[in-house]
């Protein structure tokens, strides 16, 4: 069906809470992604995966984990959440890290407070 | 380090006009990849069209082209006879040769097409 489904689509925290966003997709895609979007600074990459556990750090990956345990699935996980960290989170996945070609999910808004 | 500019912060345009947008990128690679992406107003973003570097013919999808500038390090997206539905934020983004790495995205252009 070609899709990547993210949930929640919404979630309020506070602060210090943990926050799990999970991401699935359709496509037998090797390579995940997980970035963030915010006013004025565009969308960031956080994490990539290129299969099932093996991750590599994006270019803001402090505040953030990830697990990829089967290759449909990748999680963001929030270890204690901060403020800074409310965002809107876009999982995205590509055939192979190569190709360019992004599929993104609908994305998730996460609210610390 | 690679880093991809989107100077125009908005553009509005008439329904059925030609709209050009910029977009100016900085690489040390020989190799890259250039894309454009789409997010519309429910937040979807979507793939559009890519240009890869050592193709010199400009790529083109639909209503949408691009104007790739080497020399200036410039990769220009165009869309022809807008439609309201083209009304969404457009992201420039690069991937250098380095399969390693995600792609790098520019802060958008908003576009509007009114009637």
């Known amino acids: 069906d070609m899709k990547v489904t993210q949930m929640p689509r919404y979630l309020i925290k506070r602060m210090g809470e943990n926050v799990l966003l999970e991401c699935g997709q359709d496509?037998?895609?090797?390579?995940m992604y997980w970035y963030r979007q915010d006013p004025g600074l565009g969308l960031q990459l956080i994490y990539i995966?290129?299969?099932?556990?093996?991750?590599s750090e994006g270019d803001i990956p402090k505040g953030y984990r990830v697990s990829r345990k089967k290759r449909e699935h990748f999680s963001l996980i929030l270890d204690s959440a901060k403020t800074n960290q409310t965002s809107v989170y876009f999982c995205?996945?590509?055939?192979?890290?190569?190709?360019?070609?992004?599929?993104f999910g609908e994305g998730s808004k996460l609210t610390v407070l | 380090a690679q880093k991809v500019t989107q100077t125009q912060t908005s553009i509005s345009v008439v329904e059925k006009t030609t709209v050009t947008m910029d977009c100016v990128y900085e690489t040390r690679d020989s190799s890259y990849f250039l894309f454009w992406y789409k997010q519309t107003a429910s937040g979807e973003i979507v793939f559009l069209i890519r240009?890869?570097?050592?193709?010199?013919e400009n790529a083109t999808v639909g209503h949408y082209s691009l104007n790739f500038q080497k020399p200036k390090s410039s990769i220009g997206l165009i869309i022809t006879a807008t439609q309201i539905e083209d009304s969404a934020v457009y992201f420039c983004a690069m991937r250098e040769g380095n399969y390693a790495q995600g792609l790098t995205f520019g802060l958008g252009t908003r576009v509007s097409v009114f009637p």
């Open positions: 496509m037998s895609h090797e390579t």
């Open positions: 240009q890869d570097s050592y193709k010199k």
């Open positions: 995205a996945s590509s055939f192979r890290v190569g190709t360019g070609q992004l599929y």
């Open positions: 995966s290129y299969d099932v556990d093996s991750n």
